[in-house]
C-alpha cells in the first residue's frame, strides 16, 4: 500500500493567542481520531499553530482504505417466500436495496433458522474523497470560545478565513473548507513575505513557511522565545521572569520572534515590584527581570514579530508606553499612601459584596469577628486578627487596586506596613486570597490563615444561603476553589477546626439576609465534595475517599487522619475479608425490622464460634475505647483487623437468622456493635 | 477643519498627489480622509452631539443595522467626562477625536486596507513592530458586541479593529468590520512629543498651532464643569426627558430623532458619572435604561428600512465605475 504526507492547514486571521494550542491540538485530535476510525494507517500525527494558522500534518499516511467485505442479513427465508416459493415483496425490496436480485442472495444458516445474506466488498476509499469531509467535521468540534461570522457570509469561525491548504504528498485535495476552495497557497509572515508561498509537497510545510518567516510549530517557536529571553537576561546579569501562561501568549501572537531589551527610569523602582511586574507582563506582554538577589531591574524583556530594520525604534517605541503606566503606578503609590487602610472603611459601604448580601463593609465586619473567633479558637492573638479582618477589603479602594486589580492584598499589605499596623496584621492582609489557584502557596502566619479561612466560609455561606450554589460550570464567586482553599489551609497548617462552628458563627452573622434554611447542610456537602477531588488528585483511592465520606466529618483534620487510617487498613490482609463481613452486616441489619438488644447476652449465647467472637470483641472494646477517645484512628483499625479469623468462623459456624427471636436478636446485637465500631472510623463496607 | 475637508474633496474623483503635511495634527486628518475616499468611503463629518465613541455616530450604530450596504469615514470628537485631568496630564482628554471607518460588509482584505493606511503615514512595518492583539468589544449601553483586535505599534494601542456581530440586541448581517484610530496617539508617535498638548495642529504661513493652544484651556474649564459643576439635579431630570421622549418617538416610528435622545440620555449618564452622582447599584440599572432604549431605536430604524424596501439594496454600485 504506497503512503504519503498529508498537510492540512486553515489560514485565518490572528487567533485569540489564549485559545491557540488548545483550538489546534483539538483540530488535530479529532483528524487523528478520524483516521484511526478510517481505518487509515499512519506512521505520526503532528500538530502547527500560529496567529495565522491551525495546522495538521499526517505522515506515512496509507493512500487508501483497505477493501472491506461486508456481510448484510435479509430478511428470513420463511418470510422472502411467499408458499409458492415466489420472493415476497419484503425480500425484494431488501434486494434492491442492496443492488442484487433475490436469486444472487447468500444463504445464511445458524441455529435459530436460515435468513437471506448479502456478500458484498465496500471499495476502501482514497484519502483524497475522505479528507474534506474530516476536516470539516474536525472544525465544527473546535473549542471555540465566541464563534463569528464576517464580510455578508453565514459561515462562522474563529475568525475569518483566508486560506485552505490541503496536500496528499504533491497533490492538491480539491475541497471548500467554510467557503474557501482548497489550494497548494500559503500566507508568509505578515511584513516580511510578499506574495503566495507554494506548497511543493506536503513534506515541506514547516521548511517552505521557514523561508517566508513563519516559524509554525508552537514548541519550537515557544522555545526560541525562552532561549533568546534567557539569553537576553543572562547578557545583563539577570534572571528573566518566564512564566509559562505568558510564554504561551507571546508565542501565539508572533510567528517570527524577535527579542529585544529596553529599559525604564531607575525611580519607578521605589513602588513594590508587584504592579511593576503586573504593568509589564499583563498589559504588556513584557518579561521582567530581576538581579541575582531577586530585585527587580529597571529592564523589560520583550519579543516582536519582526527583524527590524532599526530595533532601536521599536525599544524607543515601547519604553514610551511602559514610561506612563509605570509612572501611574508610581503615582497612585504616592497618592494612595496619603490615606490609611481603616479610613476607607466607611467607603466600602458603597461597594456591593452581593446584591442580597450587603456591602462589602458588612462583609469586612462579618470577617472581623468570623477571623476573631478562628484566632480564638486557635489561640492566636484575636484583636489582630479582628483588625485584619477589618481592613481586609480597604485596599480595594485605593486607586493602585483599582487600576491593577491582580494585585489586591499584596498592597493592602504595603498600604498597612505605612500604616504602621504590626506585621502580622500586614502580612494577614496579602495572606487572605491564597491559595489563589492549585498549587499555591499558604498563608504565612495564623493570623493570615484566620482571616483567609473567613473570608472563605463567608463567601460560601453567603452564595449558598440565598441559594446560588455552583452549576455545571458556572461559579462566578469561584466557590470550589474558596472550598478546597479552606480545607488545604486547615489540613496543611494543622489547625484544629470544625466546619460545622465555623458555619454556625457563620450563618449567625448574616442575621435575616440568608434564605436558605439548609445552608450549613448545603455547605458541609459541598465540602464535602471537594474532601472528594483534593484527595482523589493526591491519589487517594476512590472507596477510601467514600468511606470516610460516609461519617462525613466535618473537623478536616479528624478527615485527614481517618483517610489515613482506611489507607493504612485497606493495605492490611484481613482488609478484604472485614470489608465483606462488614457489607454481609449491613445487608442482613437493612432487613431487620426489630429492636436490637442494648448488650449482647452471653446466656443467649449457644454456638462455640458465636462465643468466641463475642468474647473477642468484649476484649478489645476496652482497649478500643481510649483509641477512640484519642482519635487513634489507625490503631483502632488494626486492633480492629485482629477480630478477621473470629468473624470468618462466625460467619462459616453460626446461622444468624436462627428460629428463636430472642437469639437471632441477640446475635444480630453483636454484630451491630461490631459494625458501629468500625463505623467509628468509616464504613469499611464501601472498601473494594 | 470640516469646511477645509469637504473642498479638498469636493472631487474625489481627481487622483492628486497630496501634499498634506502628516506631521502636523491636521495633515494626519486629511491623510486619513483622502486615503478613505480612495478605498470608496463616503467621507461624514463629525455628529454635532456629545457621545462617548465615534460607534455611537448613526453612521456606525444605525448602519450596522439591517442588510444595506455602507461605508464611510469620518472624525468625530469623544467626550469622556470621566477622563479630565483638568489639562494636567499629558495623556489624559475628557475631549478628543476619533477617526472612524467602518466598511459594510467587511471585505475580506480589510486588514490589508488597514495596515496600507499606516503605510501612507510613513509607518514601515518592517522597521516597527505591528501587532493584532485579541480585543473583543462589547457596549452594554448599545446592546452591541464583537470580535477584533489593538493594533499595537511598538507596543503602544493605536486602533481599534472589530467586526460588529450584535448591535442595538440585532444580529449583524452582513458583518460591519469597523476601524477606529485614536487621533492623538497616532499623531504622538508621529510627532514623536510626549505631551498631547505639544503636538503641532498646524504649521503653515501664519505660523505654528499646537493642539494646547486650541485644547488646553477647554480641558481645563471643562474637567471643572464634568467634576464640580454639572447640574446633578438638573441631569437627572434630564436623563428622565431625554428617556421618555425617545420612548415616544420610537412608537412614532422616529427612529433618527430617538436614537438622538438616547445619545443626549447616554452623555448626562456620563456626567452624572463624574459627579459620583450614581451608586453602585445604580450605575447597572441606568446602563439597562439606555440599553433598553437604544435596542428600540436600532429595531424601530430597521422596521422602517425594510418598509422602505432596504434601498440602499438596490443601489448598482458598479454602474458608474
Known sequence: MSTNTLLIEIGTEELPPKALTKLATAFYHSICEQLNAASLSYSEAKWFASPRRLAVMVTALEQQQADKSVEKRGPAVNVAFDADGNATKAAQGWARSNGITVEQADRLTTDKGEWLLHKAIKPGQAVADLVPAMVRIALTKLPIPKPMRWGDSRIQFIRPVHTITMMFGADVIAGEILGVQSNNLLKGHRFHHQGDVVLDHADNYAEVLKQAYVIADFASRRQTIVDDVNAAAQAMNATALLDDELLDEVAGINEWPSVLVGSFDQGFLHVPAEPLIYSMKDHQKYFPAVDRNGQLLAKFIFVTNIESKDPQQIIHGNEKVIRPRLADAEFFFKTDKKQTLKSRLVSLDNVLFQKQLGTLKAKSERIADLSKHVAETLGADANNAYRAGLLSKTDLMTDMVLEFPQVQGTMGKYYAENDGEVSAVAQALEDQYRPRFSGDTLPEGVIGSSVAIADKVDTLVGIFGINQAPKGDKDPFALRRAAIGLIRIIIEKQLNLDITDLLAVSIASYGTKLINNNTAEDVIDFIMGRFRAYYQEQGISVDVIQAVLANKPTAPLDFDQRVKAVTHFRSLDEAQALAAANKRVGNILAKFDGELFNEFNLELASEPAELALAQAYSALNSELTPLFANKDYQQALTKLASLRAPVDEFFDNVMVMADDEAVKTNRLTLLSQLRASFFNVADISLLQ | ?321
Open chain 2, 1 to 321: 477643519m470640516g469646511i477645509i475637508s469637504a473642498i479638498f474633496f469636493s472631487n474625489s474623483k481627481t487622483v492628486f498627489m497630496s501634499t498634506f503635511d502628516i506631521k502636523t495634527f491636521q495633515g494626519l486628518i486629511f491623510k486619513l480622509q483622502e486615503y478613505w475616499a480612495q478605498q470608496g468611503c463616503v467621507i461624514i463629518q463629525p455628529l454635532d452631539l456629545e457621545v462617548g465613541a465615534g460607534t455611537f455616530h448613526p453612521m456606525t450604530f444605525l448602519r450596522s443595522i439591517g442588510p444595506e450596504p455602507m461605508s464611510s469615514a469620518y472624525v468625530q470628537p469623544c467626550r469622556r467626562p470621566t477622563d479630565g485631568r483638568y489639562g494636567e496630564n499629558p495623556n489624559r482628554l475628557q475631549h478628543y477625536y476619533q477617526f472612524q471607518v467602518v466598511l459594510k460588509p467587511s471585505p475580506i482584505n480589510i486588514q490589508e486596507l488597514y495596515l496600507n493606511s499606516l503605510k501612507e503615514l510613513g509607518i514601515d512595518p518592517l522597521v516597527h513592530d505591528i501587532r493584532f492583539v485579541e480585543d473583543n468589544w462589547e457596549s452594554p449601553t448599545l446592546g452591541a458586541w464583537g470580535l477584533g483586535w489593538e493594533i499595537w505599534l511598538n507596543g503602544m494601542e493605536i486602533s481599534q479593529f472589530t467586526y460588529f456581530q450584535q448591535v442595538g440586541g440585532l444580529e449583524c448581517a452582513p458583518v460591519t468590520g469597523e476601524i477606529t484610530y485614536g487621533l492623538e496617539r497616532l499623531a504622538m508617535y508621529i510627532q514623536n512629543v510626549d505631551s498631547i498638548y505639544d503636538l503641532v495642529w498646524t504649521d503653515g504661513p501664519l505660523g505654528k498651532v499646537l493642539y494646547g493652544d486650541v485644547f488646553h484651556q477647554n480641558e481645563v474649564e471643562q474637567s471643572a464643569y464634568n467634576f464640580e459643576h454639572a447640574n446633578v439635579e438638573a441631569l437627572f431630570t434630564q436623563f428622565d426627558v431625554c428617556e421618555s421622549e425617545s420612548a415616544k418617538l420610537i412608537e412614532l416610528g422616529l427612529a433618527l430623532p430617538a436614537y438622538e435622545q438616547v445619545m443626549k440620555a447616554s452623555h448626562a449618564f456620563n456626567l452624572l458619572d463624574a459627579r459620583h452622582a450614581i451608586s453602585v447599584t445604580e450605575r447597572q440599572r441606568y446602563i439597562l435604561r439606555v440599553r433598553t432604549l437604544a435596542k428600540a431605536c436600532a429595531q424601530a430604524y430597521y422596521d422602517k428600512r425594510q418598509a422602505l424596501g432596504f434601498p440602499m439594496c438596490k443601489t448598482n454600485k458598479v454602474e458608474d465605475k
